[in-house]
């Protein structure tokens, strides 16, 4: 390769672009900017993430299980996860619903409101 190659090259300068926050955004933003971010305990977070669809309890029991077995930690009871469950819905983040089949089972919030709009996530 000769060195003239470089004399065919040039710089080009990225352009800069502003961000912007959308209507909606903002609406958003402001509706919740008052309000703390709650504090959850690491049992309460993991959880929240197991919730993802309606869950019974001993479903969501089965699930943390599966995930502390393997590490050689303590194994948590359907008790310890109801009351966690009835703590967690007090603060409005879980919602206790009862099925077409009779069973209680546990959703989060989030999905819950989806579900009603007509906006669920697959």
């Known amino acids: 390769m000769s ?3 470089k004399k065919n090259l040039k710089h080009v300068e990225p352009e800069k672009k502003e961000v912007t926050t959308s209507e909606d955004d903002k ?3 402001e509706k919740y900017s008052g ?3 709650p504090t959850l305990s690491p049992e309460e977070k993991t ?3 197991i919730i993802s669809k309606r869950k019974t309890v001993d479903m969501i029991t089965r699930e943390i ?3 502390l077995k393997p590490l050689g930690k303590e194994l948590v009871t359907p008790e310890k996860v109801t009351r966690i469950l009835k703590d967690l819905e007090s603060r409005d983040l879980v919602k206790s619903v009862t099925g077409g089949d009779g069973n209680k089972y546990w959703v989060d919030t989030e999905y819950y409101r989806e579900k009603l709009l007509g ?3 697959l």
């Open 3 to 5: 060195p003239d190659y």
């Open 27 to 29: 609406q958003i933003l």
């Open 47 to 49: 959880i929240l993430e």
């Open 35 to 37: 309000k703390a971010e």
């Open 119 to 121: 906006t669920e996530k």
């Open 65 to 67: 299980n599966f995930a």
